[in-house]
């Protein structure tokens, strides 16, 4: 079956350490995105990629990195920079530029402790 | 910025009702939508795309889009208790760089369907 896994489910940070959080994909989509979405909230985009080996800011970039090595993968750093990570990350796919609709991976959830 | 404003709601309906989910938005140049459903604890999943002006049915759902007002509704006929959930509706919009369209989110409706 062809979809988007993201892993871990759920994830515990302490303060001050970087997380990665994992997203691959086998639908054979270009774009990929990261999107943080806090209770309540919309969701809030924080990077994407049209291309491999390219990627943009979205809106709340600050305190994130990411890396797109292969197009069916495109991890989330969650660094020691981003105050207050605490939220749903959800990582979703288009099958190009043009965009006529995502789909979502089933998220992670990620705590600080 | 561009905003898109929708109720949060919550919404509630009795089953068997109409539910009529409204949503609007600051971008003109915005020319596409989307209605998205979310679960409690679940990730989005989308429902519905227009980009004409008028009505677009696709089962127990209507998406309704009005450019000249800047307004995109959803009415869901005949809701069930499975319809509870939170419905975003985003408009596609063109990213900063140019070349790409990216939706931008509302934060949604939480529509309630009580037996």
């Known amino acids: 079956d062809g979809g988007i896994t993201q892993s871990p489910k759920y994830l515990f940070r302490k303060e001050g350490q970087n997380v990665t959080l994992s997203c691959e994909q086998n639908?054979?989509?270009?774009?990929m995105y990261w999107y943080r979405q806090d209770p309540g909230q919309g969701l809030r985009l924080i990077y994407y990629?049209?291309?491999?080996?390219?990627?943009q800011k979205g809106d709340i970039a600050e305190g994130y990195s990411v890396s797109r090595e292969k197009k069916e993968s495109f991890p989330l750093t969650v660094t020691s920079a981003q105050k207050n990570p605490t939220a749903f990350y959800l990582c979703?796919?288009?099958?190009?530029?043009?965009?006529?609709?995502?789909?979502f991976g089933s998220g992670t959830r990620l705590t600080v402790v | 910025q561009k905003e898109v404003e929708q109720n949060s709601g919550p919404l509630s309906v009795p089953e068997g009702a109409i539910a009529s989910l409204n949503c609007t938005y600051s971008?003109?140049?915005?020319?596409?939508f989307f209605w998205y459903r979310q679960y409690s604890g679940k990730s989005p999943e989308l429902i519905m795309f227009?980009?004409?002006?008028g009505d677009k049915e696709d089962g127990r759902f209507t998406a309704q889009l009005n450019k000249a007002s800047q307004y995109v509704s959803l009415l869901i006929r005949d809701s069930q208790p499975s319809d509870s959930a939170t419905y975003l509706c985003?408009?596609?919009?063109?990213?900063?760089?140019?070349?790409?369209?990216?939706?931008?989110f509302g934060r949604g409706t939480s529509l309630i369907v009580h037996p």
């Open positions: 979703a796919t288009a099958r190009g530029a043009e965009h006529y609709g995502y789909t």
């Open positions: 639908l054979n989509h270009d774009a």
């Open positions: 990629s049209q291309i491999v080996n390219d990627f």
């Open positions: 971008d003109r140049g915005s020319q596409s």
């Open positions: 227009i980009y004409s002006n």
């Open positions: 985003a408009p596609r919009t063109a990213s900063p760089s140019g070349g790409s369209y990216i939706p931008t």
